[in-house]
């Protein structure tokens, strides 16, 4: 009886375990599922509840563990295909869709069109109004293109100030091109930005894929590349439409900018010196550096043949600190060789590009260079056109003042040729107006340029700035030059340029002044 009795409680206790034991096990089999399926990815499903508090509370932070993660993975998903500043798609997000576009194009028989364009004074603006001005006309740049698209189309920031557009299902180019009208007109409509009126202009490349083509996407936006170039070549603010005909000339560029980058490597370049002559005592006061690419084919290079694509590329920024540092080098010997050009000390003069001159930290750069070689600020003058001055004058006058204030001497190149405002030559605190050598070529000869070259050297000693004329051939010229009252001349009357020893040759066996 007893054992009956037993036996009953024992089956009764077993069944209450067997039943309790399902109940926990269900809702931690669906816990252990839960997490199995985040592992894949999967963050939809959620833990149902069980009825017992704890493993309800460890069900709901499994629960919330899900939400969390699905939450913050499409955050970042968004964001590796987003440029954060604009919220337009970026280059990853454009490509995968250009794919996606060609593959249906080739399917629909329609055609497929790529819009690259780049803002002609980004850097310009960004440079004198700051970043945050900058961002800013992204930002509003960007709005507006979206306004010129079917909201179908994609408009994507590649980076800096480049955008693309992705047009799909076109029936013909024209439509390509209309966007890019539409999209010029857009931005010619000025931007107001921190109470200043700007323009933001754009210069756009247009390419199209034929729907029977077998373009990849990268051939494509390749293509708008090479166009863009050309559009921005041929003075910006316009849109171009690519040839296959361009193609070879965009390679030649290729391989010229490869075959610079390799001579700056090999130190292909060469500094070459112009003497500077007192025209009332006819002593050398200084030099020019001009610079030559030694190349091993096409021999002696002229730096107008080369400074253009090194202006372009960039490339001129690492060349003219060579020439820059070089220069310095040179002239730190020539003082210290011949001491007796001391009063005034021998100046070197270094020509300086437009790209030089909009970086940041020129003074800074030029500072180091000086610090390096061990040249006095005040034994190195630095040459800038007259033109790229006007590019930018408030900001040139900018920067002239920090170079002023470093100690170095300035002075500006081609005078003439630039379309200055004389209340701006009021305000540059230049030393020197270099006369351009088109007015000194028909001095004496040509009553305009003989006038014109009058009443610059009295204009400039009306602004303190001294002067110096270039290029001077004749003993004529020179005559007149004296009559006129200029200070300085350069020119192959004096002297063609001449590698270092040659100058330091002709140091040796001159007077000082
Ligand atoms: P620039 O600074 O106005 O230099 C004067 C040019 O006139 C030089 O040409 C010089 O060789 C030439 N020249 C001097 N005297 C005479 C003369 O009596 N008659 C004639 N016909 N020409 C004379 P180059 O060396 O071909 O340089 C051309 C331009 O290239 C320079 O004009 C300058 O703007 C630029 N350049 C030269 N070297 C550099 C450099 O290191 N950096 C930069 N950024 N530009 C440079
Ligand atoms: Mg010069
Ligand atoms: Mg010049």
């Not at 009825?51 to 998903?77: C, F, M, P, Y």
């Not at 002609?120 to 992204?138: P, Q």
């Not at 694509?309 to 020439?323: F, M, R, S």
């Not at 003989?450 to 000693?461: D, F, G, K, L, R």
Request: charged share 25%.
């Amino acid at each position: 009886m007893v054992l009956a009795s037993s036996l009953v409680l024992m089956s009764a206790l077993l069944a209450v375990v067997l039943l309790l034991s399902r109940s926990i096990v269900r809702p931690i089999r669906d816990m252990i599922g839960a997490t199995g399926d985040m592992v894949r990815g999967n963050y939809d499903r959620r833990v149902a509840p069980s009825g017992i508090r704890e493993l309800d509370d460890l069900g709901g932070a499994v629960n919330n563990l899900a939400q969390q993660l699905k939450i913050q993975l499409s955050t970042l998903n968004y964001q590796a295909f987003h440029d954060s500043l604009t919220g337009l798609p970026n280059r990853a997000l454009f490509m995968d869709r250009l794919e996606q576009a060609l593959t249906r194009a080739l399917r629909h028989g329609k055609l497929t069109g790529v819009l690259l364009l780049d803002l002609d004074n980004f850097k310009l603006i960004n440079d004198s109004m700051g970043h945050l001005a900058g961002d800013r006309l992204l930002v509003a740049v960007s709005e507006r293109m979206r306004a010129c698209v079917r909201p179908e189309d994609t408009v994507a920031r590649l980076g800096g100030d480049e955008f693309t557009f992705l047009l799909e299902d076109l029936d013909d180019l024209s439509a390509a091109v209309r966007v890019a009208e539409r999209v010029s007109e857009e931005l010619r409509n000025p931007l107001f930005l921190d109470g200043h009126e700007v323009f933001a202009a754009a210069s756009i490349g247009i390419a199209i894929s034929p729907p029977d083509s077998q373009n990849l996407p990268e051939d494509l936006l390749r293509n708008a590349d090479i166009a863009l170039y050309k559009a921005k070549g041929e003075g910006k603010a316009h849109y171009v439409v690519y040839d296959a005909k361009m193609y070879p000339q965009a390679w030649e560029r290729l391989r010229a900018e490869a075959e610079m980058r390799r001579a700056i490597g090999e130190g292909q370049f060469r500094v070459h010196y112009q003497p500077k002559v007192d025209l009332h005592t006819g002593g050398i006061v200084g030099f020019e550096a001009l610079v030559r690419w030694e190349h091993p084919e096409r021999g002696m290079i002229p730096p107008l043949e080369f400074i253009p694509l090194a202006e372009d590329t960039g490339l001129i920024v690492p060349i003219g600190e060579w020439v820059l540092r070089e220069a310095c080098h040179q002239a730190c010997r020539w003082r210290e060789q011949h001491p007796s050009f001391a009063d005034p000390p021998l100046t070197i003069s270094v020509n300086l590009s437009v790209r030089q001159l909009r970086q940041k930290d020129l003074t800074q750069r030029i500072a180091r260079i000086l610090h390096e070689t061990g040249l006095a600020p005040e034994g190195l003058s630095l040459e800038i056109t007259e033109s790229v001055l006007m590019e930018d004058a408030e900001g040139a006058i900018a920067t002239f003042g920090s170079l002023k204030d470093l100690g170095v001497g300035l002075e500006i190149d081609d005078f003439g040729t630039g379309y200055s405002s004389l209340s701006y030559l009021k305000r540059f605190p230049a030393d020197y107006l270099k006369v351009d050598k088109s007015f000194v070529d028909g001095l004496g000869e040509d009553a305009e340029d003989t006038a014109i070259v009058s009443a610059t050297i009295s204009m400039a000693h009306a602004l303190g700035l001294k002067v110096i004329a270039e290029g001077v051939e004749t003993a004529g010229q020179l005559a007149r030059l004296r009559e006129l009252g200029c200070d300085t001349g350069q020119g192959y009357y004096f002297s063609r340029l001449l590698l270092a020893g040659a100058a330091g040759e002709l140091l040796r066996s001159a007077v000082p002044r």
